[in-house]
Structure formats: C-alpha cells, structure tokens
C-alpha cells in the first residue's frame, strides 16, 4: 500500500481543513486507517482511526468533537475533517496504514504517507 496524503496548509484558529490521504494497493479495503500528527521537538501523537469498514473511529481526547475521520473505499481514499482549529493542532499530519489489528500507537502500522503540513494562527 503507498499512501499520499495532502490537504494541509495555513489556517487561523478557528478554521477548518480536510485532509485526504489517497491509497493504491489491494489491501486497502480491508486495512485500518489512522492519522497521527507530529509537532516539532514532540513525538508522533495518535489522532484518529478508523475500522475497515467504516464503522468504528476513535480519536484523541485533544481533538474529539472537532475532527471527523471517514474513509470513500470506491476512492481509496480517508479524511480527516478539522474544525475549529486550534494553534496546538498544527503539525505534520500523517495517514496510516494497517493491515491488521487496530491500534493507537505508530508501531502498529505498516505504511505511512509522507506527510502534511498543517499551520494554524492564532
């Protein structure tokens, strides 16, 4: 599975963004999707998942009620809808892959996108 993600970019607080991540590969259907974040000098946090089929998510108690992860299969492709940014959201985000288990820690998974920069101003 290769995974690119984009959709970031400069936002003031209180903004919204989505990001996508678009997949290739047969596995996706069947994998769990994730994104996580990294700001600098911190370590890579979890953000949300999703199951396979959509129908569970889960997601950080920081960004819970303001971000909406979703996956369309017919694109192979997973959101992750921000709103109400705040200047503590900005990292690079990043999607991921598994190909079993669901998890939210980063040794989880199995692929992971290059990454999207997001800047929130306050």
């Known amino acids: 599975v290769q995974l690119q993600a984009s959709g970031g970019g400069l936002v003031q607080a209180g903004g919204s963004l989505r990001l996508s991540c678009a997949a290739s590969?047969?596995?996706?259907?069947?994998?769990?999707e994730a994104w996580f974040r990294q700001a600098p000098g911190k370590e890579r946090e979890f953000v949300a998942v999703?199951?396979?089929?959509?129908?569970?998510?889960r997601y950080a108690d920081s960004v819970k009620g303001r971000f909406t992860i979703s996956r369309d299969s017919t694109k192979d492709t997973v959101y992750l809808q921000m709103n109400n940014l705040k200047p503590e959201d900005a990292a690079v985000y990043y999607c991921?892959?598994?190909?079993?288990?669901?998890?939210?820690?980063?040794?989880?998974?199995?692929?992971w996108g290059q990454g999207t920069q997001v800047t929130v101003s306050s």
């Open positions: 999703i199951s396979a089929s959509g129908g569970s998510t």
């Open positions: 590969g047969r596995t996706f259907s069947t994998n769990v």
């Open positions: 991921a892959s598994a190909v079993a288990g669901w998890g939210l820690e980063a040794s989880a998974y199995d692929y």
